[in-house]
């Protein structure tokens, strides 16, 4: 592990090894039996629904997403998660597209529902990129977001916890990454100034179910944060809103 100053930057990183992450995801125990399954109790009853899947990797939520009756859209940085994706949804619609910039082939209020799984680290500007999906989320919708528990983060790489940095690691695949380490508070703000109010945290603690997949790592996530966190926000009442009504120049809030 080494730190870097600046930014995580455009590279699509994940194109280098997205049909590994395929093989690795799909039924691996902190993909599929840890942060689906709280992002997917999170999200509730999809039934119906639109759902936007930022960040879609090779779209195993969209196929989950999908056969729980939503209609998926769903983009992501590297055209080989995004081509893998259309391979395993085909009734979903996905594109290429970076969370650095405006998602402009998506009307504002046109979606109920966003999911935003284990990509917010490898965002520079999280507050421009929350506010974009804040926009092209329902006023009544809402915003589902995972990343990697900060604790654990700080427990691996040590240094200042509060400090925002960008580290670069070899994964145990070989998979290079360079990603945002920033404390729990940072992700709370980050939210707030895009309009978003925090519903629900988990901290991620296991599914009961996922200690017949493997008992150790079960046992040892659900006494250490050092997995994945899970978060439910709502766009904030005020958000968007003209300014007499957010300063309450009005009758009826
Ligand atoms: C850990 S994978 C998660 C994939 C998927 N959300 C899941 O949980 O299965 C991170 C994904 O974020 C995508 N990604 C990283 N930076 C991005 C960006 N700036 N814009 C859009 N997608 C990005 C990567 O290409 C990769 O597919």
């Known amino acids: 592990m080494s730190s870097v100053t600046?930014?995580?930057?455009?590279?699509?990183?994940?194109?280098?090894?997205?049909?590994?992450?395929?093989?690795?995801?799909?039924?691996?125990?902190?993909?599929?039996?840890?942060?689906?399954?709280?992002?997917?109790?999170?999200?509730?009853?999809?039934?119906?629904?639109?759902?936007?899947?930022?960040?879609?990797?090779?779209?195993?939520?969209?196929?989950?997403?999908?056969?729980?009756?939503?209609?998926?859209?769903?983009?992501?940085?590297?055209?080989?998660?995004?081509?893998?994706?259309?391979?395993?949804?085909?009734?979903?619609?996905?594109?290429?597209?970076?969370?650095?910039?405006?998602?402009?082939?998506?009307?504002?209020a046109s979606v109920d529902r966003v999911l935003f799984a284990l990509a917010l680290e490898y965002v520079d500007d999280r507050v421009a990129a929350l506010r974009e999906l804040r926009r092209v989320l329902r006023p009544d919708g809402a915003l589902v977001l995972s990343r990697q528990h900060p604790f654990g983060d700080w427990l691996r790489h040590g240094g200042n916890y509060f400090e925002d940095r960008v580290i670069e690691e070899v994964w145990s695949r070989g998979w290079r990454v360079r990603y945002w380490l920033t404390p729990l508070e940072r992700t709370c703000d980050e939210l707030r100034e895009a309009g978003f109010l925090i519903e629900q945290l988990r901290e991620g603690r296991p599914p009961a179910a996922a200690a017949e997949v493997d008992p150790e790592r079960h046992a040892r996530l659900d006494r250490e944060p050092i997995g994945f966190l899970a978060i439910r926000a709502v766009p904030s009442r005020t958000c968007g809103w003209p300014a007499e009504v957010r300063e309450g120049n009005h009758e009826g809030i």
């Open 6 to 108: 600046d930014a995580v930057g455009s590279f699509p990183q994940y194109e280098v090894f997205a049909d590994d992450f395929l093989d690795h995801a799909q039924d691996g125990f902190y993909n599929a039996h840890y942060d689906r399954p709280a992002c997917l109790e999170l999200l509730g009853d999809v039934a119906g629904l639109h759902v936007l899947d930022a960040a879609c990797g090779p779209g195993l939520y969209a196929e989950e997403l999908t056969a729980r009756g939503a209609q998926v859209t769903g983009f992501d940085l590297s055209p080989r998660m995004v081509e893998l994706s259309r391979e395993r949804v085909p009734a979903g619609e996905f594109r290429v597209q970076n969370l650095a910039e405006p998602i402009s082939w998506l009307p504002d």
